[in-house]
Each structure stands twice: as C-alpha cells, then as structure tokens.
C-alpha cells in the first residue's frame, strides 16, 4: 500500500536510505551538485525549514518519494517546492499526488505562492507543474545548466 504523510524524527534512517538509493539521473535532474554528495543532501534537506511529505511503499517498508516547502527567509509567504520519487516508481503517478497535497498543505497554511524552478532539459516535472497551474516567470542558469523559474498563486 501507498501512504502519503509527514515525514517524522523517526524516519531519519529510511530517509538516507531513500537519498542514498535515488539513481544519479534522477538526483542530477533535482541538482547537480548533490551527485555525488548524497549524506549532505540528505542532511540539509531534514535540517531546512520545512514542510516535508514522504510517500511510503508500506508492503516494501521504504520511502519512495518525497517532496518539500521549504521556507524562504525572504519571502516567508512563499515557500520554494522540491520533489524527488525514487527511479523504480515513476510515471505512477506518485509525483502529481505529492504535487496536490503539498499544494493543499500551501492553501491551509494561507501562503501566497509557492515557487521553484526547473530545469529546462527537464520536460517531464515541467509538464507536471504546468498541468497544476504553475506559471513561467522567468529564467536562470548556473553551471548547472538553464532553468525555468515557475510560480503557483493561490487564489485570493
Ligand atoms: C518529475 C517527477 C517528480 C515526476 O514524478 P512521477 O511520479 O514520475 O510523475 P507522475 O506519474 O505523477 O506524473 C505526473 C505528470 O508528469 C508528466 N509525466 C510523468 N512521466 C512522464 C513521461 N515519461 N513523459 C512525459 N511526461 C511525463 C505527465 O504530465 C504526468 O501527468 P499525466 O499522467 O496526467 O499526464 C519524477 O520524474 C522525478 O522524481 N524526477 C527526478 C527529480 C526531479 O526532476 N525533480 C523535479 C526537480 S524541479
């Protein structure tokens, strides 16, 4: 079975698990720079500001995705969106479930916006965000690579 929820203390171990096990495709498609880096991304990731969403494959007891908010110092009412689903349980899905709760989460919490950017060789999360209302606002590149800076505004 398939639950979606907050991610807690306790999970701490299974969610290196999850970090450690994400193929170098699917990391390099969320950043780069965390390749070949994983425990620290798997640390900065559980020590950021954060609304944090897990999904966990119950029958297998392992996380397989996992999406965030994470707050910006900045710009409080508009946190930025991360999600990553591990290779094995794409196009199930998963990803657009994780999307809509996070975004749910954003409306209850009364934010403004939700922000992230993409990158633009990353044509399947750009068609997700696309197809919940996000919009184009822009552009930015890094050595990384060109990115698309995207928005959702929550109806007033
Ligand atoms: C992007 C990502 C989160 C999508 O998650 P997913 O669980 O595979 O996606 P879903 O099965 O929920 O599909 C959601 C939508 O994505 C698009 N999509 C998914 N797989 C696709 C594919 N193979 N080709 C084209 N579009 C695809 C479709 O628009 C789909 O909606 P639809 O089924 O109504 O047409 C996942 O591929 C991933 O983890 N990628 C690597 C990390 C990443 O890129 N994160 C985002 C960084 S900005």
Not at 48 to 74: M, P, R, Y
Not at 117 to 134: C, E, M, P, Q, R
């Amino acid at each position: 079975m398939i639950i979606l929820r907050e991610l807690k203390n306790s999970d701490e171990e299974y969610f290196f698990k999850f970090i450690k096990n994400l193929s170098k495709e699917i990391v390099e498609n969320y950043n780069h720079l965390f390749s070949e880096k994983r425990e620290e991304w798997a640390k900065k990731l559980l020590s950021e500001n954060s609304l944090k969403i897990i999904v966990l494959d119950d029958s297998k007891n392992e996380i397989i995705g996992f999406g965030h908010l994470t707050i910006n110092k900045e710009y409080p009412g508009v946190p930025s969106l991360g999600i990553v689903i591990n290779q094995n349980y794409r196009g199930k899905g998963i990803g657009k479930q994780i999307m809509q709760k996070l975004m749910e989460e954003g409306k209850t919490k009364k934010f403004k916006a939700i922000y992230l950017s993409v990158f633009k060789k990353n044509t399947i999360a750009k068609k997700l965000y696309d197809s919940l209302g996000f919009k184009t606002i822009g552009e930015t590149f890094n050595d990384s690579g060109e990115s698309w800076k995207m928005r959702y505004d929550f109806p007033i």
